[in-house]
């Protein structure tokens, strides 16, 4: 059974920082694509960052330069770092596992976590 615990939301000021970290169980953790996403009330899913089994990044341009991922294999773990957070940065942020073996593709979601600024 494949679970992904995100844990680490919370309510910051804005310009504060936290740290998410998306626990994978259950899967070849080294063998998948590891991704953040969010989504606000009333808008879309949208892509915050992602990082392949061999560690290229990409980022989202609204989280360039703020937002940084990161992975432990060891640990089977992915984390965001959200620095100098904005109200709009407001989100269940959510994590997914992505693998694509050619003749199929193995997608996974976590439930998600909170995160709110706000002064």
């Known amino acids: 059974q494949v679970q992904l615990v995100e844990s680490g939301g919370g309510l910051v000021q804005p310009g504060g920082s936290l740290r998410l970290s998306c626990a994978a169980s259950?899967?070849?953790?080294?063998?998948?694509?590891m991704g953040w996403y969010r989504q606000a009330p009333g808008k879309q899913r949208e892509l915050v960052a992602t990082i392949t089994s061999g560690g290229s990044t990409h980022y989202a341009d609204t989280v360039k330069g703020r937002f940084t991922i990161s992975r432990d294999n060891a640990k089977n773990t992915v984390y965001l770092q959200m620095n100098s957070l904005k109200p709009e940065d407001t989100a269940v942020y959510l994590c997914n596992a992505h693998r694509n073996r050619g003749w199929s593709i193995d997608d996974y979601w976590g439930q998600g976590t909170q995160v709110t600024v706000s002064s």
């Open positions: 259950g899967i070849i953790f080294s063998m998948y694509a």
